[in-house]
Protein backbone atom coordinates (compact mmCIF):
# COMPACT_ATOMS: atom_id res chain seq x y z
CA UNK A 1 0.00 0.00 0.00
CA UNK A 2 1.41 3.57 -1.01
CA UNK A 3 1.01 6.53 1.52
CA UNK A 4 -0.75 9.17 1.02
CA UNK A 5 0.66 11.76 -1.01
CA UNK A 6 1.10 15.26 0.46
CA UNK A 7 -0.72 18.13 -0.10
CA UNK A 8 0.15 21.58 -0.12
CA UNK A 9 -1.23 25.28 -0.29
CA UNK A 10 0.77 28.12 -1.54
CA UNK A 11 -0.98 31.57 -1.90
CA UNK A 12 -0.14 33.88 -4.72
CA UNK A 13 0.99 31.02 -6.48
CA UNK A 14 0.33 32.31 -9.98
CA UNK A 15 3.61 34.22 -10.97
CA UNK A 16 6.52 34.85 -9.30
CA UNK A 17 7.86 33.33 -6.44
CA UNK A 18 5.28 31.68 -5.58
CA UNK A 19 4.35 29.61 -8.85
CA UNK A 20 8.43 29.07 -8.78
CA UNK A 21 7.88 27.40 -5.68
CA UNK A 22 4.97 25.36 -6.46
CA UNK A 23 6.55 23.91 -9.59
CA UNK A 24 9.68 22.98 -7.09
CA UNK A 25 6.58 21.41 -4.24
CA UNK A 26 5.36 19.44 -7.27
CA UNK A 27 8.47 17.86 -8.52
CA UNK A 28 9.15 17.13 -5.26
CA UNK A 29 6.41 14.74 -5.12
CA UNK A 30 3.37 16.93 -3.92
CA UNK A 31 0.21 17.85 -4.63
CA UNK A 32 0.16 21.86 -4.75
CA UNK A 33 -2.75 24.18 -5.07
CA UNK A 34 -2.07 27.44 -5.35
CA UNK A 35 -4.40 30.62 -5.28
CA UNK A 36 -4.30 33.57 -7.08
CA UNK A 37 -7.20 36.57 -6.97
CA UNK A 38 -8.53 36.10 -11.43
CA UNK A 39 -11.47 34.19 -11.43
CA UNK A 40 -9.47 32.83 -14.97
CA UNK A 41 -6.48 32.46 -13.17
CA UNK A 42 -4.20 29.35 -13.74
CA UNK A 43 -1.56 27.12 -11.93
CA UNK A 44 1.58 26.19 -13.22
CA UNK A 45 1.07 22.95 -15.11
CA UNK A 46 0.23 19.72 -12.39
CA UNK A 47 -1.42 22.24 -9.93
CA UNK A 48 -4.81 23.20 -8.69
CA UNK A 49 -6.27 26.32 -9.05
CA UNK A 50 -8.31 28.60 -6.46
CA UNK A 51 -9.39 32.17 -6.79
CA UNK A 52 -9.56 33.95 -3.89
CA UNK A 53 -8.99 37.68 -2.85
CA UNK A 54 -7.44 37.48 0.61
CA UNK A 55 -8.16 41.71 0.92
CA UNK A 56 -11.16 41.02 1.60
CA UNK A 57 -11.88 39.42 5.41
CA UNK A 58 -14.80 37.69 5.15
CA UNK A 59 -14.13 36.19 1.86
CA UNK A 60 -10.76 34.94 3.67
CA UNK A 61 -12.08 34.02 7.07
CA UNK A 62 -14.39 31.39 4.73
CA UNK A 63 -11.65 30.40 2.46
CA UNK A 64 -9.70 29.76 5.71
CA UNK A 65 -12.92 27.37 6.97
CA UNK A 66 -12.44 25.45 3.54
CA UNK A 67 -8.94 24.77 3.98
CA UNK A 68 -9.35 23.61 7.55
CA UNK A 69 -11.15 20.99 5.62
CA UNK A 70 -8.41 20.18 3.05
CA UNK A 71 -5.52 17.91 4.33
CA UNK A 72 -2.86 20.11 3.97
CA UNK A 73 0.57 19.10 5.02
CA UNK A 74 2.11 21.95 3.60
CA UNK A 75 1.50 25.55 3.59
CA UNK A 76 3.54 28.28 2.13
CA UNK A 77 2.14 31.56 2.72
CA UNK A 78 2.97 33.68 -0.09
CA UNK A 79 0.53 36.24 -1.45
CA UNK A 80 1.51 39.41 -0.71
CA UNK A 81 0.65 43.76 -1.72
CA UNK A 82 2.78 46.93 -1.41
CA UNK A 83 2.63 50.10 -1.54
CA UNK A 84 6.08 52.50 -1.15
CA UNK A 85 5.64 55.99 0.60
CA UNK A 86 5.72 58.32 2.89
CA UNK A 87 3.76 57.20 6.41
CA UNK A 88 1.05 60.32 5.62
CA UNK A 89 0.10 59.40 2.02
CA UNK A 90 -0.98 55.84 3.45
CA UNK A 91 -4.84 56.33 3.63
CA UNK A 92 -6.80 53.81 6.27
CA UNK A 93 -7.71 51.46 3.19
CA UNK A 94 -4.28 51.21 2.44
CA UNK A 95 -2.40 50.10 5.75
CA UNK A 96 -5.66 47.53 6.19
CA UNK A 97 -5.37 45.85 2.67
CA UNK A 98 -1.51 45.57 3.66
CA UNK A 99 -2.06 44.54 6.75
CA UNK A 100 -5.40 41.73 5.70
CA UNK A 101 -3.23 40.49 2.61
CA UNK A 102 -0.18 39.96 4.09
CA UNK A 103 -0.49 39.47 8.38
CA UNK A 104 -4.02 38.70 8.97
CA UNK A 105 -4.66 35.93 5.82
CA UNK A 106 -1.23 34.21 6.49
CA UNK A 107 -2.51 34.03 10.24
CA UNK A 108 -5.87 32.68 9.51
CA UNK A 109 -4.47 30.12 7.30
CA UNK A 110 -1.97 29.05 9.76
CA UNK A 111 -4.68 28.62 12.69
CA UNK A 112 -6.69 26.00 9.80
CA UNK A 113 -3.71 23.88 8.98
CA UNK A 114 -2.48 23.63 12.36
CA UNK A 115 -5.23 20.95 14.35
CA UNK A 116 -4.97 18.82 11.12
CA UNK A 117 -0.82 18.94 10.89
CA UNK A 118 -0.79 18.35 14.79
CA UNK A 119 -3.03 15.22 13.96
CA UNK A 120 -0.83 13.79 11.99
CA UNK A 121 2.44 14.81 13.60
CA UNK A 122 3.64 16.83 10.35
CA UNK A 123 3.68 19.58 9.07
CA UNK A 124 5.87 22.39 7.59
CA UNK A 125 4.69 25.95 7.26
CA UNK A 126 6.54 28.86 5.37
CA UNK A 127 5.91 32.03 5.62
CA UNK A 128 7.60 34.75 2.80
CA UNK A 129 8.18 37.54 4.26
CA UNK A 130 10.86 39.67 3.10
CA UNK A 131 14.01 41.63 3.53
CA UNK A 132 12.32 44.54 4.74
CA UNK A 133 10.93 42.51 7.53
CA UNK A 134 14.76 42.31 8.95
CA UNK A 135 15.60 45.42 8.01
CA UNK A 136 13.90 48.53 6.94
CA UNK A 137 13.63 52.05 4.47
CA UNK A 138 12.04 54.73 4.36
CA UNK A 139 8.73 54.49 2.83
CA UNK A 140 7.98 51.01 3.98
CA UNK A 141 6.12 51.61 6.87
CA UNK A 142 2.58 49.30 6.24
CA UNK A 143 4.76 47.04 4.21
CA UNK A 144 7.09 46.26 6.64
CA UNK A 145 5.07 46.55 9.62
CA UNK A 146 3.18 43.68 7.95
CA UNK A 147 6.03 41.69 7.50
CA UNK A 148 7.83 42.15 11.01
CA UNK A 149 4.26 40.98 12.45
CA UNK A 150 4.63 37.96 10.22
CA UNK A 151 8.10 37.24 11.82
CA UNK A 152 6.98 37.21 14.89
CA UNK A 153 3.51 35.05 14.06
CA UNK A 154 5.68 32.64 12.91
CA UNK A 155 8.02 32.11 16.05
CA UNK A 156 5.51 32.35 18.55
CA UNK A 157 3.70 29.55 16.48
CA UNK A 158 6.74 27.38 16.37
CA UNK A 159 6.95 27.31 19.77
CA UNK A 160 3.41 26.14 20.19
CA UNK A 161 3.49 23.34 17.54
CA UNK A 162 7.11 21.84 17.75
CA UNK A 163 5.96 18.85 19.96
CA UNK A 164 3.87 17.81 16.96
CA UNK A 165 6.57 17.99 14.31
CA UNK A 166 5.43 20.80 12.45
CA UNK A 167 7.84 23.31 11.72
CA UNK A 168 7.26 26.65 11.08
CA UNK A 169 9.63 29.26 9.24
CA UNK A 170 10.07 32.21 7.61
CA UNK A 171 12.19 32.76 4.10
CA UNK A 172 12.87 36.84 3.48
CA UNK A 173 13.76 36.84 -0.20
CA UNK A 174 16.00 39.87 -0.85
CA UNK A 175 15.11 41.60 -4.56
CA UNK A 176 13.33 39.53 -6.90
CA UNK A 177 13.19 39.76 -10.26
CA UNK A 178 8.86 39.81 -9.76
CA UNK A 179 6.05 41.49 -11.51
CA UNK A 180 5.48 43.12 -7.93
CA UNK A 181 8.77 44.24 -7.57
CA UNK A 182 9.09 45.76 -10.77
CA UNK A 183 5.49 47.36 -10.74
CA UNK A 184 6.35 49.30 -7.23
CA UNK A 185 10.07 50.27 -7.68
CA UNK A 186 10.34 50.69 -11.22
CA UNK A 187 13.16 50.40 -13.29
CA UNK A 188 15.02 53.48 -11.58
CA UNK A 189 13.78 51.71 -7.95
CA UNK A 190 15.36 48.54 -9.46
CA UNK A 191 18.44 49.94 -10.56
CA UNK A 192 19.31 52.04 -6.86
CA UNK A 193 18.61 49.08 -5.10
CA UNK A 194 20.77 46.37 -7.50
CA UNK A 195 23.93 48.86 -6.36
CA UNK A 196 22.88 48.47 -2.91
CA UNK A 197 22.91 44.52 -3.19
CA UNK A 198 26.82 43.01 -3.09
CA UNK A 199 25.69 40.18 -5.99
CA UNK A 200 24.53 43.20 -8.34
CA UNK A 201 21.57 41.88 -9.25
CA UNK A 202 18.43 40.57 -8.68
CA UNK A 203 17.33 37.20 -7.47
CA UNK A 204 15.37 34.80 -9.80
CA UNK A 205 12.18 33.59 -8.35
CA UNK A 206 13.70 29.52 -8.86
CA UNK A 207 16.45 30.75 -6.62
CA UNK A 208 14.30 31.29 -3.99
CA UNK A 209 12.10 28.11 -4.26
CA UNK A 210 14.67 26.27 -3.88
CA UNK A 211 15.13 27.23 -0.15
CA UNK A 212 11.34 27.07 0.42
CA UNK A 213 11.23 23.66 -1.24
CA UNK A 214 13.72 22.78 1.49
CA UNK A 215 11.90 24.29 4.30
CA UNK A 216 8.84 22.16 3.43
CA UNK A 217 10.38 19.26 2.56
CA UNK A 218 11.67 16.15 4.64
CA UNK A 219 15.10 17.08 4.56
CA UNK A 220 13.97 20.06 6.98
CA UNK A 221 13.82 17.96 10.38
CA UNK A 222 14.93 20.40 12.98
CA UNK A 223 14.88 23.97 11.65
CA UNK A 224 11.54 25.68 13.05
CA UNK A 225 11.52 29.60 14.17
CA UNK A 226 13.99 30.83 11.75
CA UNK A 227 13.68 33.26 9.46
CA UNK A 228 16.50 32.30 6.63
CA UNK A 229 17.32 34.96 4.43
CA UNK A 230 18.49 35.03 0.69
CA UNK A 231 19.22 38.66 -0.41
CA UNK A 232 22.59 38.24 -1.94
CA UNK A 233 24.17 40.13 1.11
CA UNK A 234 21.90 43.18 1.17
CA UNK A 235 20.82 43.05 4.99
CA UNK A 236 24.82 42.58 5.57
CA UNK A 237 25.75 45.29 3.27
Known sequence: MTSRRR??????????????????????????VVTGTMPDGAAPNGCSYLAIDLSDPARAEAFAEEVARGGFSVLVNNAGVNKAGPVEGYARLDLERILDVNLVAPYL????????????????????????????????????????????????????VAEDNVLVNC??????DTELT????????????????????????????????????????FMTGQTVVVDGGFTCA
Not at 10 to 24: E, L, N, S, W
Not at 198 to 203: E, H, K, S, Y
Open 182 to 221: RTVLGSAGIAELVQQVPMRRLARPEEIARYVAFLCGDDNT
Open 171 to 176: LAPGIV
Open 7 to 32: KALVTGGTRGIGAATAVALRDAGLDV
Open 109 to 160: LCRAVVPGMRAERYGRIVNITSIFGVVSKAGRSAYSASKFGLFGLTRALALE
